[in-house]
T-cell receptor, first 116, second 113 residues
Framework: AQKITQTQPGMFVQEKEAVTLDCTYD???????LFWYKQPSSGEMIFLIY??????QNATEGRYSLNFQKARKSANLVISASQLGDSAMYFC?????????????FGTGTKLQVIP | SQTIHQWPATLVQPVGSPLSLECTVE??????LYWYRQAAGRGLQLLFY??????ISSEVPQNLSASRPQDRQFILSSKKLLLSDSGFYLC????????????FGPGTRLTVL
């Protein structure tokens, strides 16, 4: 069974500072993928970044980077130079195989608030 | 580029009434399609997924059903809504590639009274 754990219900960060959102996962699959999504108050889920389990380098997309530590089963999201528009819910997710098909499991989310 | 539409955006329905939510994808062929539900302040729960026309798999037993009458159309239905059906319903698509990134629509906020 797959499991995603986000232990920070809420986080605050000062504008222009960097912030790390934690995510740990549990899976018995050898091949899997890890995702981060942003959900602003409008509700839409916005894809941010992807990391494959066999990728040797950490994924980066603009101000977003994924700190992938396979041995620790963690996939933390780092947002550099926070902006007010980064205030939102952030969800970590994992793609693996369950019941014979690829399934994505989501964490419970972290609410990030950027302070001016 | 691909786009995904959902309607209606918001819906208020009485208990026991029927439901029909529609999702359509443009700009791609034969996508995998998904319906999720998000209760207030919670994560996403996968309800249904489809890999092709007429092919629907259910994740959890409930009074909801899904259909895929066309390649890029996915419909979520209920014959009789329950109070517990209230929530935010999100449709998503993916290409079934090795990364299989899912892209979400704007969602439908359903309130059952």
């Amino acid at each position: 069974a797959q499991k995603i754990t986000q232990t920070q219900p809420g986080m605050f960060v000062q504008e222009k500072e960097a912030v790390t959102l934690d995510c740990t996962y549990d899976t018995s699959d050898q091949s899997y993928g890890l995702f981060w999504y942003k959900q602003p108050s409008s509700g839409e889920m916005i894809f941010l970044i992807y990391q494959g389990s066999y990728d040797e380098q950490n994924a980066t997309e603009g101000r977003y980077s994924l700190n992938f530590q396979k041995a620790r089963k963690s996939a933390n999201l780092v947002i550099s130079a926070s902006q007010l528009g980064d205030s939102a819910m952030y969800f970590c997710a994992m793609r693996g195989v369950s019941g014979g098909y690829q399934k994505v499991t989501f964490g419970t989310g972290t609410k990030l608030q950027v302070i001016p | 580029s691909q786009t995904i539409h959902q309607w209606p955006a918001t819906l208020v329905q009485p208990v026991g009434s029927p439901l029909s939510l529609e999702c359509t994808v443009e700009g791609t062929s034969n996508p995998n399609l998904y319906w999720y539900r998000q209760a207030a302040g919670r994560g996403l729960q996968l309800l249904f997924y489809s890999v092709g026309i007429g092919q629907i798999s259910s994740e959890v037993p409930q009074n909801l059903s899904a259909s895929r009458p066309q390649d890029r159309q996915f419909i979520l239905s209920s014959k009789k809504l329950l109070l517990s059906d209230s929530g935010f319903y999100l449709c998503a698509w993916s290409l079934g590639t090795s990364t299989d990134t899912q892209y979400f629509g704007p969602g439908t906020r359903l309130t059952v009274l």
